[in-house]
């Protein structure tokens, strides 16, 4: 709300300089003095002036760019009662608005607007800051956590009443070490849905990565298999490795590595025993694409939008038996955003799905380099 207190002083300003010494026999031209012009200029939120007939005389280029403003006619009807109400008895006015979106898949424009007349020749200007980004924010913010307490409320509920259990079962080894195997499960799911946590939260809170270098695609792609191994291998899932050796990327190795890491841990999750996972890289023009492809169960056309939200499951129930903490593909969106790409998906019922992840290549062009090794990319588990 930075631009609304500039812009309450420049009202401020504007009304001390418009007042004219004495009210004039005859309506004054309908003019603005250079001074209001000029501040008018710098305001950063929308600004209008009406005449003492509701025409518009000054309009920014932000007004006319959201649509408040069509030729000399001010659009919002309610930007004019207000403004009527100002002209007619002089004080200043606050309200919120809402009008249709001005960007492609927005339904609506908020503003946060402020009304004051300009002197007493009937003048009003209005201003107007969008507040659109802002109010989604919160409702972002809102959302994060109510969702952060309602999973974190989930497993350290269930550890209290197995440690109830625990206690009213002292006498019985067999249900003592049956529950504490759950109690495990459940500090493990814990454990994971902080760690996605502070993971999360240390990509959003750079929009930069601080330190980008050269990243081996190979290497990466490695590492994410390993730290994968054991799940897959007790399914007796293959993880294998393909496609394009030895190709380098910019940003950041350990973040390249969370990411793969989340997608090869979602197709090992959402497939069913003795099939593969393969990790392929390949390059495209001025990017390197790294693609994951399972025999999973696939994804629902109709989720597969909203798929990449935090704490977003297809099936709630089976991500939990799975251990699924609803983060890792929020992890991987940001991931790819962080580094100046995108993550894509490609999914049918019962097919299996591919996700792709699409990252600037090291040097602007995606070159396949020796590699420092002899070891060939192989099927690895």
């Excluded at 609304?4 to 009210?23: C, D, K, N, Y």
């Excluded at 454990?191 to 996605?196: C, E, K, N, P, R």
């Excluded at 929009?207 to 290497?219: A, F, L, Y």
């Excluded at 841990?265 to 694409?289: L, M, Q, W």
Aim: charged content about 25%; some cysteine; overall charge negative.
């Amino acid at each position: 709300m930075g631009g609304f207190l500039v812009g309450t002083l420049v009202m401020l300003a504007i009304r001390r300089q418009s007042e004219p010494a004495s009210v004039p026999d005859s309506p004054p031209e309908e003019t603005l003095s250079p001074g209001v012009a000029s501040l008018l200029a710098v305001l950063p939120s929308s600004a209008v002036v009406l005449d003492r007939e509701d025409r518009v005389l000054r309009a920014s280029s932000a007004a006319r760019a959201y649509g408040l403003v069509r030729g000399d006619t001010l659009i919002s009807a309610e930007l004019l009662a207000l403004a009527r109400k100002v002209r007619r008895d002089g004080e200043i006015r606050e309200g919120e608005i809402e009008t249709s979106g001005r960007k492609f898949g927005q339904e609506s424009t908020s503003f946060a607007v402020r009304v004051a007349p300009l002197g007493s020749t009937g003048q009003v200007l209005v201003l107007a800051e969008d507040q659109t980004d802002r109010l989604r924010v919160e409702a972002v913010r809102r959302d994060f956590v109510a969702n952060v307490s309602h999973e974190l409320k989930t497993p350290v509920g269930a550890l209290s009443l197995l440690a109830e259990t625990i206690q009213d079962a002292a006498d019985d080894p067999e249900a003592v070490t049956r529950f504490a195997g759950r109690m495990q499960h459940e500090a493990a799911r814990l454990t994971y849905l902080i760690q996605d946590l502070i993971t999360l939260s240390r990509i959003q809170g750079a929009e930069e990565i601080p330190t980008p270098e050269p990243v081996q695609v190979d290497e990466a792609v490695h590492e994410a298999i390993d730290r994968c191994s054991t799940k897959a291998a007790s399914k007796d899932i293959t993880l294998v490795a393909g496609g394009t050796g030895g190709l380098n990327i910019w940003g950041d190795d350990e973040l390249l590595v969370t990411a793969l890491r989340n997608l090869i841990d979602n197709a090992v999750a959402y497939s069913p025993e003795h099939t593969r996972v393969v990790v392929s890289a390949r390059p495209a023009g001025d990017s390197v694409e790294i693609s994951i492809s399972d025999q999973g169960i696939g994804i629902p056309e109709s989720a597969q939008e909203r798929i990449f939200e935090r704490f977003f499951r297809v099936d709630a129930a089976r991500s939990r038996s799975t251990g699924g903490t609803g983060l890792g593909l929020a992890i991987v969106k940001h991931v790819a955003v962080a580094h100046g790409g995108e993550v894509s998906v490609w999914s049918k019922e019962g097919s299996g799905s591919t996700f792709t992840l699409r990252l600037p290549a090291f040097g602007g062009v995606a070159v396949a380099t020796p590699r420092t090794t002899s070891t060939p990319l192989e099927a690895a588990t």
